[in-house]
């Protein structure tokens, strides 16, 4: 049975200052807890109820070294930050971020998003398209916010988020080609392949700062033939991805 104590912590991680003095996060779900117990290194408890143990009853026992504990319902949506609470609760450790490799490799880039969805799905887009490194500016929305987590489905953990200011990474790697998402590039479907280079989405409603605009070696723009006055962040950079990179 939970303590105090630990449900205090628990739900302490709920704020992003928490989440970076301990070192941990919380990841809801039945897909996403599941997919951290099959690689579990980090992973350092699970907290689900009696129904998902026993459903998961050989993966639960395949991760020895996890404290796994049986809560009540009541329990869990203590714990949730969700209005709507999962089975299963996983507590991880936020993993090192590795050191920047820019060479030879596809970085993507992110410039204050906001919106914790799209923040999730932009990871997810990465590690679909086997992007090895993500960088976003600290402006942005915490990368293990549990929403944001949540929509990632796993990818979090194969995907390192790097916080670092943009426009001082475009300035540290002058030699690696950038290609900035504007609406006023140049047509996407005439930019070869790439594999190698800086992929800049901005903010959702004000796209990439002049600072990286003037930066960027490439402008790109998706084609727009219909009325739409502009894309959601992770929609377009799921269609560059697709362009570039395949």
């Known amino acids: 049975m939970l303590s105090k104590a630990q449900i205090k912590y628990i739900v302490s991680l709920q704020h992003k200052k928490y989440r970076q003095k301990f070192g941990q996060f919380v990841a809801e779900g039945d897909k996403i807890v599941q997919e951290l117990l099959q690689d579990h290194r980090d992973v350092k408890a699970v907290f689900a109820t009696r129904e998902w143990l026993l459903d998961h009853r050989e993966l639960a026992e395949s991760a020895a070294a996890v404290d796994i504990q049986e809560v009540e319902p009541a329990v869990l949506k203590q714990l949730s930050s969700l209005s709507t609470p999962n089975q299963a609760l996983a507590l991880v450790n936020i993993p090192k971020a590795p050191p920047l490799q820019m ?30 490194q993500i960088v976003c500016s600290p402006d942005s929305v915490d990368a293990y916010n549990a929403k944001t987590i949540q929509a990632t489905m796993g990818s ?41 280079g800086i992929i800049l989405v901005g903010n959702e409603s004000r796209g990439l700062s002049e600072e990286v605009l003037k930066r960027s070696s490439h402008h790109i723009t998706i084609p ?20 570039l990179l395949i």
């Not at 596809?106 to 090895?132: H, K, S």
């Not at 001082?168 to 392949?193: C, E, M, Q, R, W």
């Not at 502009?230 to 269609?239: D, E, H, P, R, W």
């Open 224 to 243: 727009r033939t219909g009325h739409a006055e502009s894309l959601n962040a992770a929609v377009a950079t799921g269609i560059i991805c697709g362009r």
């Open 103 to 132: 060479e030879g490799a596809v970085t993507l880039a992110l410039e204050t998003i906001q919106d914790p969805g799209n923040m999730g799905t932009i990871i997810r887009i990465a590690d679909w398209f086997g992007i090895r």
């Open 156 to 196: 979090i953990m194969r995907v390192p988020v790097i916080v670092q200011d943009i426009p001082a990474l475009l300035d540290k790697f002058p030699k690696v080609a950038s290609y900035a998402a504007t609406l006023h590039g140049d047509n996407i479907i005439h930019t070869k392949t790439i594999r190698e």
